[in-house]
Structure formats: C-alpha cells, structure tokens
C-alpha cells in the first residue's frame, strides 16, 4: 500500500513538473532547484528526485556535473531531428486511419467526432485561446492515432511526444506573427481527405502541415533567443 501511495506521489509530482516544462512555465535552460520544487509541490525530497530522473530520462532536463539541474534547451537541430520523424510516422498514421475508417462500422460517428474537433480548434483559434488551440489539435491527431491500427507507429511517436510538445508551444506561444487559424485550416484539409477515403492525400496533407509546423517553429526559436 506504501509502494503505490509512494508511487502515485512520483506520477503526480511528475506529470506535474512535465506539464510546467511543456507550457513553457519553466523556461529552456532554468535552474530547476530542488528545495523551491520541495516547497511548491509539498513533497520529499526523494519522490522529486525520482520524478526528475524520469524527465532526465525523456531528455526534458538535465543534471549538470554540480548536480544542479536545469530544464533542456530548445534548439534548431533537436526541432528539425522530432520534426522530421514526426512527419514520417503521422503522414502513415494519417494514412492508416484513413483506410481504416472508410471501412469501419462507424464512420458517421468518427467523421462527427472529427468535425466537432475541428469546429471546437476553430473557435479557439478565432478568439485567440491558444492552448485551446493546441489542445483540440491534439485530439484530432489522437483520434487518428487510434483509428490508424498501428499500435507501433503510436507508440513510436509517444517516445518523442513530450520534447515535440514544447517546439509545439514555442510556435504558437512565442511567435508574435503566429498565423492562428492556419493549423485549423490545414487540419480541415486533412479531416476532408481522410472523410472522403482519399488516403494519399491525407497522408500528404499531414506531411505538409507538419513541416510548415516546423518553419513556425524553427522561425519561433528565433524570437525566444532574442
């Protein structure tokens, strides 16, 4: 019973820290310092520091040869490597799902699903909630992912799914000439060709969104250095 209270205080403390270095609470390269972490989740030293091994691990933070440790930074090389994988393994998820929704028993309601998303992304993006944004787009790649039947595409994806998640933010959060609503656009195109069966163009449009994505991107990591 103490091993699960034990771990369950890792998880939290973790998904917690995680959530700050994604949202860009935490900045690229801040001192991250334990006593102050301490304080601010109410844990022990020891359930912190194991949550931040396993961010260490997933290449969120860094521990230096003092021992102090400090969220990862953000670089051009590290965006274009996440991105490029990325592109490869959603434009064949995208195409996956696209087959395999065409034949599935429901597709009425995945198409619904599909639709509500993107009505709810554009909204968002049209009164300037950007996480919202941010957060509708990833439940219509997950609905994707679900539907694609691959389970080791997705699980390829997961493994490099929290350090795309900052460049993903940097992109929207950090660049004054976001352009808002072009992923809603690009995400309608995709949903437009994976509702009418066409396979190769959902497999193409999602490639070509995500390597716009990694322009804004990499144009966004300009303005966070400055």
């Not at 554009?122 to 957060?135: F, I, K, L, P, Y």
């Amino acid at each position: 019973m103490m091993t699960n209270k034990k771990n369950s205080t890792i998880d939290t403390v973790y998904e917690a820290i995680k959530e700050k270095i994604v949202e860009m609470a935490y900045e690229p390269n801040e001192h991250l310092i334990e006593e102050v972490l301490s304080t601010e989740f109410q844990v022990s030293r020891t359930p912190l520091r194991q949550a931040l091994y396993r961010l260490e691990l997933e290449g969120l933070v860094y521990k230096k040869t003092t021992g102090r440790i400090h969220v990862a930074a953000l670089s051009k090389k590290e965006a274009e490597e996440i991105f490029y994988v990325r592109e490869i393994l959603e434009g064949l998820i995208a195409r996956l799902a696209t087959i395999h929704i065409a034949a599935h028993p429901s597709k009425e309601d995945i198409v619904h699903n599909l639709q509500d998303v993107m009505l709810l992304m554009r909204n968002a993006a049209e009164s300037g909630r950007q996480a919202d944004v941010v957060r509708y787009g990833n439940e219509f790649h997950n609905i994707l992912e679900v539907h694609s039947d691959n389970q080791t595409a997705v699980n390829m994806l997961r493994q490099i799914k929290s350090r795309l998640a900052r460049y993903r933010r940097v992109g929207v959060y950090k660049d004054p000439e976001y352009p808002a609503t072009k992923p809603v656009d690009e995400h309608e195109e995709i949903m437009n060709f994976v509702t009418s069966g066409n396979a190769e163009g959902a497999e193409a449009a999602m490639r070509a969104h995500i390597m716009r994505s990694l322009q804004n991107t990499i144009q966004a990591l300009s303005y966070l250095r400055g």
